[in-house]
């Protein structure tokens, strides 16, 4: 494990189950504010209505059947998910035991994924309690980027009190934060387009060639131009735009402006972080800290992130790097990685992260930005072991041998044992919403489906993305799915050895059994993972309790593994 100097990560992060919640996708708590058209797009859509929460993901709509392509629709699709939903869930998540949520982008934004903000300092109105009120009370408001011209909306307020209702619960916040780039309907630049050269908006954003008729070309986040970027130095973002981010990074952390941290959110995601030049990252997280140092602070890097990790920019990353080795040791249906492979590659970020940050690595299965991993178990046939591969590999609209049906048992097995292996292992577990009920489906937008309660009623599912029909599958949510995750959770918060212990690997001798030891206060936890299609039997020199079945102490001697399955062990003192 690589050296540290002085670095603190935020205690409770090492306790952290994380929940990840795409709130348009996760529970429409209230229909009144729900999305109109006008919110989405210019375009008059005829007859466009939000869709159905327990619509088959696939068919069309009555509004997209005179299109007839689900790709041309899909993205103009609303199902009504808000933030009044979020909070009615509260209990389900407190009860399923997450204690940590991260919330994809709630800040004002037309797209359903909101990564194109209007503006940083207000909640959509469509996820609060009163659209209609918010939208008129901004149109009045006449805001600028000064925090003194910013008012409160219902939405805002609303979201404060979901934050108190959740540290109620005992549950911490995060936010997606997006500072490299904006939509064009961020108010910045849409004065930019007014006014053209002359506008104080012009520092803001990259611009590359001005026109003699006004316009303007400027840098689209990888291209994309509905994603202008902001404008930057080697070192920093622009001036202006770095006071503003600091504003509004005070404004949800501390809303009061007290010095008391404890009604804003608990920390950050950062989208793209790895886009944005370090030496604002380094300022940024002088901020936070002197805000609150117990804030959390996770980037979006998909490689190694050796130098994010250092203890002057984030806590965490979001740990794709343990997510390919985890799908390329547990999948069914491919050759995979063996033991050895697996612990090897573990090992070369064990070795280059400080000690104080494992821990709290968000180590996920999925998230919104690749295949929900019951369909990656289901599809993998050979070890993918970096981003950009396992994330085109489940673009269904371009790899269409991707299979986006109901998975079968082995590839539910398997995620079984991911979900055991994530729990007892080394860092913060994060569950993408649905993961505990079952869903599955390819990457985006097939990944952000609304998800699946056991009092909507759901159309099976019938048709694949090009409409044709497929092997039909009930879309209900699984409850003894949701029964396990519950089990594997309740096991990590019994054991404070599985949260903050020291860990080993365990050399079996076999390549398709993946063991390892947890050690804290003289407790011991081994935990063995087979992944191959038969029994193996292992050598146990002590007795030792399973903590999975129950029952007293036995087992000295030797240890079975049924196929595919596990073992979860205290060992004896």
Known sequence: MAKSRSIVVPDWAKDAIWYQIFPERFR??????NPRISDITDRRIPGWRVSPWGMDWYALDRWEQPIGDFWKTV?????????V?????????????????????VFKAPSLHKYDASCMHHIDPTLGPDRAGDLKKLTLARESEDPASWIWTEADLYFLEFLEDAHWHGIRVIIDGVFNHTGRNFFAFRKLLREGRQSRYAKWYTIKKWNKDGTF???????????????RTKNDLAAPVREYVFNITKRWMDPNGDGN????IDGWRLDVAFCVPMGFWRKWH??????????????????RADDYLRGDTFDAVMNYMWLYPTVNFFAPHSKGFSATETQRSLNKLRRAYPAEVLPVLQNLLDSHDVGRIASMLENVKQPIEEFGKYFEFSRVKHNKKFKTGR???AAYQALRQAILYQMCGEGAPMLYYGTEVGMWGANDPCDRQPMLWDDIQYDDERYDPDGKLIRRASRKPDKKFLAFVKKAIALRHKHPALRRGSFHWIQTGNDRLLAFERRLNG?????????SDWEITTPLKQTARDLWVGGAAGLAGCVCIAKRSWKILQLGR
């Open 28 to 33: 429409n708590g209230l229909s009144g504010s």
């Open 75 to 83: 993205f103009h699709r609303r199902y009504g998910g808000d933030l």
């Open 85 to 105: 939903g979020v909070r009615k869930k509260l209990g389900y998540l407190r009860d399923l035991g997450i204690n940590a949520i991260y919330l994809n982008p």
């Open 217 to 231: 070309d400027y840098d689209g986040w990888f291209g994309h131009k509905m994603l202008p970027e902001f404008a």
């Open 261 to 264: 941290p404890s009604d804003g």
């Open 286 to 303: 002088k901020l936070v800290k002197g805000i609150n140092p117990e804030a959390y602070t996770t980037a979006e890097i998909v490689a």
């Open 407 to 409: 998975p079968g048992a």
């Open 523 to 531: 407790e011991r936890i081994r935990a063995y993972f087979n992944a």
